[in-house]
């Protein structure tokens, strides 16, 4: 259980800002500090048993027969993200106290980034993939909210949009993957799939779901050709960058790499995309970022460098490289969390972050210019600094791979090349900030900042000095249990030393820090050839590309949305014609062997009678009170349908469903025309007519073939097993509310949101009140009969107890929460129609929007109290007892899951029906802004 309070704390901890944001910021931000620090230490309580090489497990029970499962795994991988994201999560939180100034909204920030955490801790733990993409998509949420938090400013909104389109579509390519792999595996479970590799990549699917499993890592890693929405992401207050573009979000990405790397590796196509494009993100990335002035653009193209060579570790498919790979990992999070946080001190005591104002700061910040230039040291690979041991690592695996065969020796030549890139953006980030003169031009005096605003890049760069000098001691054990849940196999013998002796890795090292060192000296030049270069601009060339995109889809739009609910329905039922008549074709007959049902007196009257009631429907529908008559004699005929074949239960729900559906039409045709003129011609009467009866041909003759053809159906089991596993003698209702309760949740769910939406839409629409009806008669001066408000008031009590007998006694005879509750609605509903809104408003002033909410509520934690008991979601429970005066009764949990559905249902009717009722009253729904 302490699994899952590792992840529920997080998501607890969103709402402590909210909370507490009347108190000091201080105050604010050690509450918020409070949830994620008990999750560290719920996580380092396992730390003996991870670190030994074990791995937990927790499972609940959810929806297994889709497979969707809650299950939390804590190995050694995820053990190692988890400390990263929950530790400098913990310094984020003390280093935004002081980041943020009066005006930001930090209870807001404070909720979005503990939103964004719990995201990323639910990635690396989750252990089905469902519930991994569903984190997955949560981090691109939570991500957009947290880069777009000075949304006055328009390039964090332009590029949260960016990153959040490119990220959002990667996150579609994944789910696509994952569903693939679903299929291959037959599960979705983390653990079945990653010991399915053969089963995977002998399958003909394996080069789909690796091309689209990669586009999603890739995306959210920002690797070529996607890298262009990281550097717009800048626009983000520093301790998102610090926090998001160092050691979590685009880290999402390379988790994925790596927690997949057992089960979809080992192939030429995964060595192929995954290191060329890793290859090609490293040099592309550390070459850009030497020539940005921005601090946090040069720190974000180096991100993007550093992903890339992660990248092309796991591509190089040896397990000595993916331990290198994940021993970056924990480096770059280090070094490049740190020197986010030293930009944004810089940023917040200078006012600027353009490395051609800012020089000199050694003079007016010393401490700051040490810290930050020990972790631009580590990024550069110096010596004695943790990066320096992880760049060794990479060297040496760039030696020993052979991708490219006999030109192999281009790849350790391309590294030596990015490396000395990477000298020069990290000389020029020391020498042209704190070295190279005089500030020029900046709005504020340099200092140095609150004294804890350091500390979280004290603690980080202590880090960096301290894996550099004893890596071992301090994170030895952890990248072995790392590396051992990332490998398929055994983990290879490996050396963090510091000292290797005299080798080729030694003098590609040395090599990149002479040839870093030249190239800065001379940037002159490489300046020079840059700027000839046409520039780019990314964010712009998106945002037009995402114009014309738009424009198209417009066009596309404009042409299929001409305005004419004619065309449409002539599109659909030529579509359906299509579709459906050209199978029949190859009927030879309709019939399929199987005896019709003898046509007695009382079947053909009623099918006349239908058949009437839709010609009548047809032949008058200009005169529309009349038309309404006539469609509901026909959901009348439907509804006796039902009760003649045995199905009272549909029979009931037709019957409340078309009394509902005439009470609405005739609250809406209050406000239109009572006859509309005739204005289809001629040609285009003959053109539907003609259409109209191939669909009905079409319809009748796929009937006739289904209806005389033997069946196997399913219904033997839901009799068989509705009072052994359900406790009710309706199978219907049973169905409903315990075997297909889910189903139920989610419509009952649209349900809601349809009327939510409905109620909305009201509020924006200007009616006109008509003064006369269809003839020019003006309305009666008495609005409301005295006959009729006696006789609705009479009806009130008796439909309510009605809905109450119908309401309880559906679990085991025809009735339950829907037809009870559309009974409620209708009663209460003739109380505004007979007696006002008015006279209704003074004896039951209810939000309908909130009954709605209950009822979702009472059905959503009815299906969550069976994991209590452990037992999958919506799981069903009842027993018999004896009470005193009732005797032996059943009582079963689906009852209240029904209750759910009742007042889902009455507010939900009510509130469209009420609300359509008050467009004519001083009551009418309006806008809380417009009151």
């Not at 994925?256 to 890793?278: C, H, M, N």
Request: some cysteine.
């Amino acid at each position: 259980m302490t699994l899952l309070w590792i992840l529920l704390l997080p998501l607890l901890g969103s709402l402590v800002p909210v909370l507490t944001a009347r108190w000091s910021r201080s105050a604010c931000a050690l509450a918020t500090a409070i949830p994620p620090s008990v999750a560290l230490m719920l996580l380092l309580y396992h730390a003996d048993a991870i670190l030994a090489g074990g791995s937990l497990r927790f499972f609940l029970s959810w929806i297994p027969l889709l497979g969707l499962d809650i299950t939390i795994i804590l190995d050694g991988l995820a053990f190692m993200f988890g400390l990263l994201i929950l530790g400098i999560g913990l310094l984020i939180i003390l280093y935004a106290r002081y980041y943020l100034s009066e005006r930001d909204s930090m209870p807001r920030f404070y909720a979005y980034l503990m939103l964004f955490m719990t995201a990323m801790l639910g990635i690396v733990l989750s252990g089905n993939l469902l519930q991994l993409w569903l984190f997955w998509e949560l981090t691109s949420i939570s991500s957009f909210l947290l880069i777009s938090f000075w949304w006055h400013k328009a390039e964090a909104r332009r590029g949260a949009r960016m990153a959040l389109t490119v990220t959002g579509a990667g996150g579609l390519a994944l789910l696509a993957a994952f569903l693939l792999i679903g299929q291959v595996v037959g599960s979705y479970d983390l653990q079945l799939v990653l010991a399915s590799s053969e089963l995977i990549v002998q399958h003909a699917w394996y080069p789909v779901i690796l091309v689209l499993f990669l586009l999603g890592c890739f995306t959210k890693s920002a690797q070529f050709p996607f890298h262009f929405w990281l550097p717009n992401a800048m626009a983000a207050p520093t301790p998102v960058s610090a926090y998001l573009h160092s050691a979590t979000m685009v880290k999402a990405g390379i988790f994925l790499l790596a927690r997949f790397y057992p089960a979809l590796s080992g192939t030429e196509l995964w060595f192929i995309l995954v290191s060329v494009t890793g290859l090609a993100t490293l040099l592309l990335g550390a070459y850009l970022a030497l020539f940005k002035h921005d601090l946090k653009g040069l720190l974000a193209y180096s991100t993007i460098s550093h992903l890339g060579l992660i990248t092309l570790l796991f591509g190089m498919g040896t397990d000595l490289a993916a331990v290198a790979g994940l021993f970056h990992i924990i480096n770059h999070a280090t070094f490049k969390a740190s020197l986010f946080m030293a930009a944004g001190i810089i940023d917040h005591e200078t006012g600027s972050r353009d490395m051609r104002r800012l020089n000199g700061l050694w003079q007016f910040m010393p401490i700051t210019a040490t810290l930050a230039m020990v972790a631009a040291a580590a990024m550069a690979g110096v010596p004695l600094l943790n990066g320096f041991l992880s760049k060794e690592m990479f060297f040496a695996e760039t030696l020993h791979q052979h991708l490219l065969g006999s030109l192999s020796w281009v790849i350790p030549v391309l590294a030596t090349v990015a490396a000395v890139f990477s000298v020069a953006y990290s000389m020029r980030f020391i020498h042209d900030v704190f070295f190279n003169g005089q500030p020029k031009g900046l709005t504020k005096t340099p200092h140095e900042p609150p004294r804890y605003m350091r500390v979280p890049v004290e603690v980080l760069v202590a880090l960096c000095i301290l894996v550099g000098l004893f890596p071992g001691y301090l994170i030895g054990d952890l990248l072995q249990a790392a590396s051992a849940a990332v490998l398929p196999g055994a983990v290879p013998s490996y050396s963090l030393a510091i000292w290797h002796g005299f080798n080729l890795p030694l003098l590609m090292s040395a090599l990149a820090l002479v040839g870093g060192i030249v190239i800065y000296v001379n940037r002159k030049h490489l300046f020079d050839f840059q700027n000839t270069l046409p520039d780019v601009d990314a964010l712009n060339s998106f945002e037009r590309s995402v114009k014309r995109f738009a424009e198209r889809c417009g066009r596309i739009y404009q042409w299929l949305d001409s305005g004419s609910l004619q065309r449409y329905m002539t599109l659909t039922l030529l579509s359906f014609v299509v579709l459906a008549g050209l199978p029949l074709l190859d009927l030879v007959t309709l019939w399929g062997g199987r005896d019709e049902l003898p046509i007695d007196a009382v079947n053909a009257t009623g099918a006349v009678m239908l058949l009437i009631a839709a010609f009548a429907t047809v032949l008058w529908h200009r005169k529309r009170v009349v038309a309404l008559l006539m469609i509901s004699v026909v959901g009348l005929m439907v509804s006796i349908a039902f009760t003649r074949f045995s199905a009272p239960d549909l029979a009931l729900t037709q019957l409340s469903v078309e009394v509902v559906t005439i009470i609405l039409l005739m609250l809406a045709l209050f406000f239109l025309p009572h006859k509309t003129p005739k204005q289809s011609e001629s040609s285009r009467v003959v053109r539907d007519l003609s259409i109209a009866s191939l669909v009905g041909v079409i319809i009748g003759s796929l009937s006739y073939a289904l209806m005389t053809r033997p069946f196997n159906t399913i219904s033997d089991y839901f009799l068989a097993n509705a009072k052994t596993g359900g406790g009710g003698t309706n199978v219907v209702n049973v169905i409903l509310v315990d075997f297909r309760g889910f189903d139920t949740m989610g419509e009952i769910a649209v349900l809601g949101i349809a009327s939510l939406g409905i109620f909305k839409l009201l509020t924006r629409i200007p009616l006109f009140k008509p003064s006369s009806d269809g003839e020019g008669r003006p309305w009666a001066l008495e609005r409301h009969s005295l006959l009729l408000s006696t006789v609705s008031q009479s009806l009130l009590p008796l439909a309510i107890m009605v809905s109450i007998y119908i309401f309880f006694r559906g679990h085991n005879l025809p009735g339950g929460g829907f037809i009870a509750g559309l009974v409620t609605a209708v009663a209460i509903i003739l109380q505004y129609i007979a007696q006002g809104v008015d006279w209704v408003k003074a004896r039951m002033n209810v939000e309908y929007q909130r009954v709605v909410a209950v009822g979702l509520m009472i059905a959503l934690f009815t299906g969550a109290a069976s994991w209590l008991f452990n037992r999958p979601f919506l799981t069903s429970w009842f027993d018999y007892f004896d009470i005193p005066l009732l005797g032996k009764i059943e009582l079963a949990s689906a009852m209240a899951f029904d209750l759910g559905v009742y007042v889902t249902v009455v507010g939900s009717t009510l509130l469209i029906l009420a609300s359509l009722g008050k467009m004519t009253t001083a009551h009418r729904p309006v806008h809380k802004e417009t009151i």
